[in-house]
C-alpha cells in the first residue's frame, strides 16, 4: 500500500490536483466566513462554466490566449529562461496585428495570414531584445522583461491615439478589416439561411452566437508541435540541453549565447500570436487605451507553473484558467459573492503548486515507514 501511495505521490499530475483542489478548499472556507454558501458558489461557477454550449465556447475563447502565452513561457523554461515577458510581447504583437489589419486590405487567403506573421515578429523581435541582451550581457532577463513589459503598454497607449488609427471618440483604434477575421461563419451568421440552421440545431447555434475562432484548434496544435519540437528534433536537443547544464551544454560544442538568442525569440513569436489571434478572433479586433495589464501573458506564467512545464499540459490548465475566470463572474450575479474569490483561488492554486516538492518529501517518508515496519 505504501509502495502505491509512494508512486501516487511522485506523479506531477498528483501535486497538481492536490493544488486545485487545495485552492477550492481555501476558496470555499473564506466564502464560508464571509456569509455565502460555498456549494451555491461552486454550483453557479459550474453551471456559469458548462450550464450552455455558449458559455463552453465562451470558456475556450477565453483560455485560448493564456494557453498560448502559458506555451510561450513553458518552451523558454525548458532552456531555463524565465519569460516574464510575455504580457510585454502579447501587447507588442497585438499592436503590430491591428496596424497591419488597418492599414492593409487583401483578400482573406493573404490578410489573415499577414496580420499574423505581423503579430509574431514584434512578439519575436520583443523577446529577442531580452534574450540578446542575456546572451551578449548577462543581464538577468526577469529584470530586462519586467521594463519591457511597461514599455509595451505605454507604446500601445501612444499608437492607439495617433491618427491614422485612432477612432474618434473611443479610447481605441479602428477595427482591423474585416477579410482579417478569423471568427467561425462571421459572414454567413448574419444571413437567413443562418438563422434557420440555429433555430433547428439550438446546441450548435448557441456556440455560434459567440466569437468561437480558430484560435483553440492552433493552440492545440501548437501544443502538440511543440512537444515534438522539443523531444524529437536536433535543435529541440540543443535548447533542452543548455536547460539542462549550460555548461556541459558548452563544453559539447553548443552555442549557449545563440541558444538564449533564439529561445527568446521562439517565445516571443508564441506570445505574439496569441495577441493577433485575439485580435482577428475576437470583437472589437482593434487595440485600446489600457489602464493595466490585461493579464493575459502574466496568467500564462502560472498556466505554465501548474502545467509543470509541460506543453500538452498547459491545454488543460489553460482551460482550467478559462473555466475560471469566465464562469466566475457567474459567482458575483448568482450568490452575490465578490468575483475576486476567483482571483483567491487561482492564487492559492499557485502557491500550492509552489510546494510540490513536499509530496516527494511524503512519498519518501512512507517509503521509510513502510521499510521500517518490514
Not at 489573415?112 to 506573421?117: A, C, F, S, T, V
Not at 475560471?324 to 468575483?339: D, F, K, N, R
Request: net charge positive.
Amino acid at each position: 500500500m505504501n509502495r502505491t501511495m509512494e508512486k501516487l505521490l511522485k506523479k506531477p499530475i498528483t501535486a497538481t490536483i492536490v493544488s486545485i483542489i487545495l485552492g477550492f478548499i481555501v476558496a470555499a472556507l473564506i466564502l464560508t466566513a464571509a456569509g455565502y454558501n460555498p456549494l451555491e458558489a461552486f454550483g453557479a461557477l459550474l453551471r456559469g462554466t458548462m450550464g450552455r454550449p455558449k458559455y463552453v465556447a465562451n470558456v475556450l475563447i477565453k483560455g485560448t490566449p493564456i494557453i498560448i502565452t502559458g506555451l510561450s513561457i513553458a518552451f523558454a523554461y525548458k532552456m531555463g529562461l524565465f519569460n516574464i515577458g510575455a504580457e510585454g510581447q502579447y501587447i507588442v504583437g497585438s499592436i503590430a496585428a491591428t496596424i497591419v489589419g488597418i492599414l492593409c486590405d487583401f483578400p482573406p487567403a493573404i490578410q489573415i495570414p499577414l496580420i499574423i506573421i505581423a503579430g509574431m515578429a514584434a512578439g519575436a523581435l520583443y523577446g529577442g531584445i531580452a534574450g540578446y541582451l542575456k546572451a551578449r550581457f548577462g543581464i538577468n532577463e526577469v529584470i530586462t522583461t519586467i521594463m519591457l513589459n511597461w514599455i509595451a503598454l505605454y507604446l500601445c497607449n501612444f499608437i492607439s491615439q495617433i491618427a491614422p488609427f485612432y477612432k474618434t471618440g473611443t479610447t481605441g483604434t479602428y477595427a482591423i478589416n474585416e477579410s482579417g477575421f478569423t471568427v467561425l461563419f462571421s459572414k454567413w451568421k448574419t444571413s437567413e439561411a443562418a438563422a434557420d440552421f440555429i433555430a433547428g440545431h439550438p446546441l450548435i447555434g448557441d456556440m455560434m452566437r459567440t466569437d468561437f475562432n480558430i484560435g483553440i484548434f492552433v493552440a492545440v496544435l501548437l501544443a502538440v508541435g511543440i512537444t515534438f519540437f522539443l523531444n524529437y528534433t536536433a535543435k529541440g536537443y540543443e535548447l533542452r540541453a543548455v536547460g539542462f547544464n549550460k555548461e556541459g551544454a558548452e563544453f559539447a560544442g553548443i552555442s549557449v549565447k545563440k541558444n538564449i538568442i533564439h529561445t527568446m525569440l521562439i517565445a516571443g513569436a508564441l506570445a505574439g500570436l496569441a495577441a493577433a489571434l485575439n485580435i482577428t478572433g475576437i470583437n472589437p479586433h482593434n487595440i485600446s487605451h489600457l489602464a493595466m495589464f490585461e493579464q493575459n501573458g502574466m496568467n500564462g506564467i502560472a498556466v505554465a507553473f501548474i502545467a509543470g512545464g509541460s506543453p500538452i499540459g498547459c491545454i488543460f490548465s489553460g482551460l482550467l484558467f478559462g473555466g475560471l475566470l469566465y464562469g466566475g463572474q457567474s459567482i458575483q450575479y448568482e450568490v452575490g459573492a465578490p468575483s475576486e474569490i476567483i482571483n483567491i483561488m487561482i492564487g492559492t492554486i499557485v502557491f500550492f503548486v509552489a510546494l510540490t516538492k513536499i509530496l516527494p518529501t511524503l512519498a519518501e517518508y512512507l517509503a521509510k515507514r513502510g521499510e521500517t515496519n518490514a
